[in-house]
């Protein structure tokens, strides 16, 4: 929400959360509160009536959480740093050292344009504007008087973390003044795996803008992929691309040709150790003419085709199959179907052990194996790419320059939920993968600015990392990248345990679809490819809903409730009859509003036809076993 000048000096006057402590008995007027980690603060915000002055986070063990604070003086300061204190366990010793957390300053870009073909209700600010994204390097940064300075905050849980309360503080320190808030930490307990569950790539330039000086295939270039690929792997990326044009070719058609594939083997070797899934190899293919035209077709480029026959023996020989894909041309349109289907059964002839992937602009390209069309052409083509997801063939979307209107994307001017929402598309569809083009694809000049990351192109397609003096420097958008990435770890974990309770009870649990709650649940945020809330608090209260109830899982009484149809169903007069399946620990009570469920089996199983009548849209069901008590609620939507 953002409020009028004169609201803000109201808000400056009697709502000063934290106050700044220049000595003893002197204090500095300003401002240091929280925020969420979906919100992009303006320089102009100013903290809201009866906000909170706690920085409250909720993450798994083995998670990186979100969060933020804003501090906004009355003064200027020229140099401005933070600190944390040790998270310190509030009911046993369990401690999660403050080295466990990174603090960094928000970064803002001037921007005189907006983003065209989106809605002004769907921009984050209407330009011009200085918008927050990337993050400081330095730890200290100057701050001016009356602007607020967002401070970004990520701690790392450890996997070991004891579950529970944490609570330290962040103080915000000038050179004669200082402030703190408290931060309270609660750790799920539950694990996100350290195995994820999406692939995940961005391409990049590398080394890129930033790293012109560094020497190709020299020691340094070498340990520069390594800290590239950590970063990536520590945002959940799981792949990176190269050229084909990595491997050497040397010789000719008559006395033969010969290969050196040693620059590319230390590549996968750098990646591959550093948790890199995937190595994508660009391009064997070209096309004959412009994308739109008519008469162009797709044509194998002969020597990358001998490249890869020549990669596919090193595959082979260094047990790395299914860990390459190739690209053939990108974004094939209609037009090139016929073509491109032939040109990728000689890729499999040459490599079979080597995938085939594509950014598509078209639907029928013969025995492709990963289809990646773009989010608005899976929403209008989805009936053809649901074919594709009942073969072998895996399906990932991608976005670039496109989508825009009301869809979900990366621009610099939309919001952090439209980044994160795009991984809650990937479980709706059971989606294998996304792919973005614009790692670091900055144009010449200062990355800091609307030109270098945009270029004619919509604000901040270009990149959502930025170049540091020794590595890529994170963002705002990118840090809500790797949250959407965890909340959907959230999503497969609870329907993991639920594959888990239905293989332990066995052929009784044979209704039990373990992917029906998660669903429900992520339903709650998201209803299609460009149909989804606008309001970080349901986002946030779905993900906390879905940690409760993993957790619920692993603890007594068991409480598994599934509908037909499923929550959030719109039932017409009819009548309404709803059926009721349950699993309930052996010898437990249940009711079902409030009525007792008598029909429950010695396995717990239960099942109860319910009529649903026309004021009461909930069906509550609860469970009691050695005197403790568990209730869940399915929530449906009454029509006449």
């Known amino acids: 929400m953002r409020t009028s000048s004169i609201g803000r000096l109201l808000l400056f006057v009697a709502a000063i959360l934290t106050p700044l402590h220049r000595g003893a008995g002197e204090t500095l007027d300003g401002a240091l509160w929280p925020s969420d980690a979906l919100t992009k603060v303006l320089r102009s915000d100013s903290p809201e009536v009866g906000s909170k002055s706690v920085i409250r986070v909720a993450a798994a063990r083995a998670e990186i959480a979100s969060a933020q604070a804003v501090f906004r003086p009355r003064a200027s300061h020229s140099a401005?740093?933070?600190?944390?204190?040790?998270?310190?366990?509030?009911?046993?010793?369990?401690?999660?050292?403050?080295?466990?957390?990174?603090?960094?300053?928000?970064?803002?870009?001037?921007?005189?344009?907006?983003?065209?073909?989106?809605?002004?209700?769907?921009?984050?600010?209407?330009?011009?504007?200085?918008?927050?994204?990337?993050?400081?390097?330095?730890?200290?940064?100057?701050?001016?008087?009356?602007q607020a300075q967002p401070l970004w905050i990520e701690i790392h849980v450890p996997a070991a973390a004891r579950a529970g309360d944490y609570q330290g503080t962040l103080t915000v320190t000038s050179a004669d003044a200082s402030a703190e808030i408290?931060?309270?930490?609660?750790?799920?307990?539950?694990?996100?795996?350290?195995?994820?569950?999406?692939?995940?790539?961005?391409?990049?330039?590398?080394?890129?803008p930033g790293f012109e000086n560094v020497q190709p295939y020299g020691e340094e270039y070498w340990d520069l992929l390594q800290r590239f690929c950590l970063f990536l792997v520590e945002h959940r990326q799981t792949d990176i691309q190269t050229s084909i044009g990595l491997i050497r070719e040397t010789g000719d058609d008559q006395q033969g040709y010969s290969y050196d594939t040693s620059r590319l083997e230390r590549y996968a070797e750098v990646a591959f150790q550093t948790g890199i899934r995937q190595i994508h190899l660009h391009s064997v293919g070209t096309r004959t003419a412009e994308i739109t035209a008519p008469?162009?077709?797709?044509?194998?480029?002969?020597?990358?085709?001998?490249?890869?026959?020549?990669?596919?023996?090193?595959?082979?020989?260094?047990?790395?199959?299914?860990?390459?894909?190739?690209?053939?041309?990108?974004?094939?349109?209609?037009?090139?179907?016929?073509?491109?289907?032939?040109?990728?059964?000689?890729?499999?002839e040459i490599a079979p052990h080597i995938r085939c992937i594509e950014a598509v602009e078209a639907e029928y390209l013969g025995a492709l194996d990963v289809y990646v069309p773009k989010l608005s052409h899976l929403n209008l083509w989805y009936p053809r790419f649901q074919q594709v997801q009942s073969t072998s063939a895996e399906l990932w979307f991608y976005t670039c320059c496109h989508p825009v209107g009301r869809y979900p994307n990366r621009f610099l001017d939309?919001?952090?939920?439209?980044?994160?929402?795009?991984?809650?598309?990937?479980?709706?569809?059971?989606?294998?993968?996304?792919?973005?083009?614009?790692?670091?694809?900055?144009?010449?000049?200062d990355p800091y600015t609307q030109e270098a990351l945009s270029e004619g192109l919509p604000l901040g397609d270009r990149a959502i990392a930025y170049p540091g003096t020794s590595g890529l420097l994170g963002s705002l958008r990118f840090s809500a990248m790797r949250d959407g990435l965890q909340d959907y770890e959230y999503l497969w974990v609870l329907e993991n345990e639920l594959s888990r309770v239905k293989h332990k009870?066995?052929?009784?649990?044979?209704?039990?679809?373990?992917?029906?709650?998660?669903?429900?649940?992520?339903?709650?945020?998201?209803?299609?490819?460009?149909?989804?809330?606008?309001?970080?608090?349901?986002?946030?209260?779905?993900?906390?809903?879905?940690?409760?109830?993993?957790?619920?899982?692993?603890?007594?009484?068991?409480?598994?409730?599934q509908t037909s149809p499923p929550e959030g169903t719109v039932v017409p007069a009819g009548p309404r009859n709803i059926g009721v399946r349950g699993l309930v620990?052996?010898?437990?009570?249940?009711?079902?509003?409030?009525?007792?469920?008598?029909?429950?089996?010695?396995?717990?199983?239960?099942?109860?036809?319910?009529?649903?009548?026309?004021?009461?849209?909930?069906?509550?069901?609860?469970?009691?076993?050695?005197?403790?008590?568990?209730?869940?609620?399915?929530?449906?939507?009454?029509?006449?």
């Not at 408290?182 to 890129?208: C, K, M, Q, T, Y």
């Not at 608090?537 to 409730?561: C, D, F, H, N, Y």
């Open 505 to 561: 009870v066995g052929k009784e649990a044979f209704w039990l679809d373990p992917r029906q709650r998660p669903l429900e649940l992520c339903r709650r945020v998201v209803w299609s490819f460009y149909d989804y809330t606008r309001n970080p608090e349901v986002m946030l209260g779905t993900r906390e809903a879905i940690a409760r109830e993993i957790e619920q899982l692993t603890s007594e009484p068991l409480l598994i409730v």
């Open 80 to 146: 401005v740093s933070a600190g944390i204190s040790d998270l310190r366990h509030v009911a046993s010793d369990a401690v999660i050292p403050a080295a466990a957390v990174r603090l960094q300053w928000v970064r803002y870009i001037d921007v005189n344009r907006n983003t065209s073909g989106i809605p002004e209700d769907e921009l984050q600010v209407k330009a011009p504007a200085s918008i927050p994204d990337a993050f400081w390097e330095r730890p200290q940064i100057a701050v001016q008087a009356d």
């Open 414 to 445: 939309q919001s952090l939920l439209k980044v994160r929402i795009l991984h809650w598309i990937n479980y709706l569809h059971d989606l294998d993968g996304y792919l973005h083009w614009g790692l670091n694809h900055f144009a010449a000049g």
């Open 182 to 208: 408290p931060l309270e930490l609660h750790v799920w307990d539950f694990e996100v795996p350290a195995d994820r569950h999406l692939s995940v790539i961005n391409w990049w330039r590398f080394p890129g």
């Open 585 to 640: 620990p052996p010898g437990a009570t249940v009711t079902l509003n409030g009525r007792p469920v008598t029909n429950v089996r010695p396995s717990g199983y239960f099942l109860q036809a319910h009529f649903m009548s026309a004021d009461h849209p909930t069906i509550t069901v609860t469970v009691e076993h050695n005197g403790k008590k568990r209730t869940a609620e399915r929530v449906f939507t009454l029509a006449d």
């Open 295 to 348: 008469e162009s077709r797709i044509e194998p480029v002969e020597s990358n085709l001998r490249r890869l026959a020549a990669w596919e023996k090193v595959v082979l020989q260094r047990n790395w199959p299914n860990r390459f894909l190739v690209s053939i041309s990108d974004e094939p349109f209609i037009h090139h179907e016929e073509s491109y289907a032939a040109v990728v059964d000689r890729v499999h």
